[in-house]
């Protein structure tokens, strides 16, 4: 993970002052550690508190938009959903809990467009990004949680994996 601020790589700790910037990251609830959507989040405050001027903060908003890019070209988000990327076996097993996945995803694209928004609406699209990456991260992890539930499902009685995505068993 990188600061959003500086760009500086950090650790995933739950509160941490980056090294390159000095500034203190705190998760921002609903976020529990720190992180990108946290980081992002805590930056919107810092503008409605007048603690980070337009310019910084757009830079910040710049540096999350690639973040978010970069992941969307990773698992080819722009191409199809997830339930039409997935193959037909794990479609027919996973096909609820991914459309969640999609959902949220939708969700945080909702934000990105609120984000860049900003500049040209001000606060209420402030506000309004604020309200998606907030509804982006608890909507990904409830599917995500889901998800891992599911999949901890197709370990037997004795523990053993079921074969289907040749998970090893813990």
Known sequence: MNCLFCGHQLPYEPIQTCPGCEMEHEPVPPVSTV???SQMLYACELLEAGELDEESFF?????????F???????????????????????????????????????G??????????????????AQAQELLRSFYQN????SAKLFE????????DGGDSGLLNLPTV
């Open 59 to 67: 830079e910040v908003t710049s540096a999350f938009l690639d973040k």
């Open 35 to 37: 992180n990108h959507v």
């Open 109 to 126: 694209y909702g934000a990105v467009e609120a984000l860049e928004a900003v500049g040209s609406q001000g606060f209420d699209a402030l």
């Open 150 to 157: 599911q999949l901890d499902s197709f370990h037997g009685a």
């Open 69 to 107: 890019e970069a992941f969307s070209q990773r698992w080819k988000l722009s191409e199809q959903s997830l339930v039409d990327s997935a193959n037909p076996a794990i479609r027919e097993k996973f096909g609820a809990v991914l459309e969640e996945l999609d959902q949220a995803l939708g969700i």
């Open 140 to 143: 990904s992890c409830a599917a």
